[in-house]
């Protein structure tokens, strides 16, 4: 029986230890954490003594660049010669919201609940319900984006990079070294999702690192880093957006980092699309800004 229990995922062992507990009229103070699969956090990994073996904990021999976004160049220094490609598909904007804002918007999401999600982050999701194996769309409870993002989309549309830009999908995330946060290198859907991706970096500096395998030599992958600093904007599109996967290391992961990323729909669902009902529908719940995380 134990040797059952030990083979199986960290988060189910979690979740009969503290059946067991609640059985047993013992009071748990242990925290459970949202981790399924090969996905770990520090919360499931001290109590069951197993290491992460996520993607982003595999070590891989790679290439390692640094985005410039002055040049839009990917650089790095090999024995003192310069080496570099274009890596298009990448936009920053520096203190996009100020000190104020920043505590405003980080206090109104922690006033709502934070439910567990995987690798040790925690979640707020304001969007449509959606089974994207199956490609289905419902409205669900969706009831629009915050309230307080609506001057956050309003300023989104002044940058000529964003013109345009009507998300129906924020999704809040917090990370924290103390969980062993981070994100596994993926590419998000394209089939609901648009063009843009948007994200707001808040509360503390981190780094996006960006990975093609294969790359373009003869080691496993090449990987772009892109430094976030605290209050900025950035943008993936292009290349960037479908060809290269991006992920939050938790090595890179200092202090606790909260971040919002918005997502636009794609041609399917707009006017002419073979969805463009559903997208309209979308459009106009998120645009009502009545949005409690679902």
Not at 74 to 102: D, H, K, M, W
Not at 103 to 112: A, N
Not at 199 to 222: F, P
Not at 232 to 247: D, P, Q, T
């Amino acid at each position: 029986m134990l040797l059952n229990a030990l083979s199986l995922p960290p988060y189910v062992w979690l979740l009969l230890l503290e059946r067991q507990m609640v059985s047993e009229g013992v009071r748990s103070s242990m925290p459970v954490c949202g981790c399924k699969g090969i996905r770990t956090c520090l919360t499931c990994e001290r109590i069951t003594g197993k290491i992460g073996l996520t993607a982003n904990e595999i070590t891989k021999e790679s290439q390692e660049f640094t985005y410039n976004p002055l040049s839009e160049l990917a650089i790095r220094c090999v024995t003192g010669v310069q080496e570099s490609f274009p890596f298009p598909g990448v936009f920053l904007c520096e203190n996009f919201v100020t000190e104020e804002e920043e505590k405003e918007l980080v206090s109104k999401m922690d006033e709502d609940i934070w439910r567990e999600s995987q690798s040790g982050r925690r979640k707020q999701d304001f969007g449509p319900k959606v089974n994207f194996k199956k490609r289905r769309v419902r409205v669900g409870g969706f009831c629009g984006l915050p309230s307080i993002s609506q001057k956050l989309v309003a300023q989104m549309n002044q940058l000529p990079q964003l013109n345009g830009f009507h998300p129906v999908e924020q999704c809040n995330l917090d990370y924290n070294p103390q969980r062993g946060s981070s994100i596994d290198p993926h590419l998000d859907d394209s089939w609901l999702w648009g063009e843009r991706l948007v994200t707001i970096n808040l509360l503390s500096d981190t780094i996006l690192t960006m990975s093609l395998d294969g790359g373009c030599g003869q080691l496993d992958q090449e990987e772009v880093k892109v430094h976030l600093s605290r209050r900025s904007l950035v943008v993936l599109y292009g290349e960037a957006r479908h060809r290269w996967k991006h992920a939050i290391h938790r090595k890179d992961i200092h202090s606790r980092r909260v971040c919002s990323t918005f997502r636009e729909l794609s041609a399917e669902f707009l006017e002419g699309g073979e969805q463009a009902e559903m997208g309209s529908q979308l459009l106009n719940i998120a645009s009502s800004f009545h949005g409690v995380p679902l």
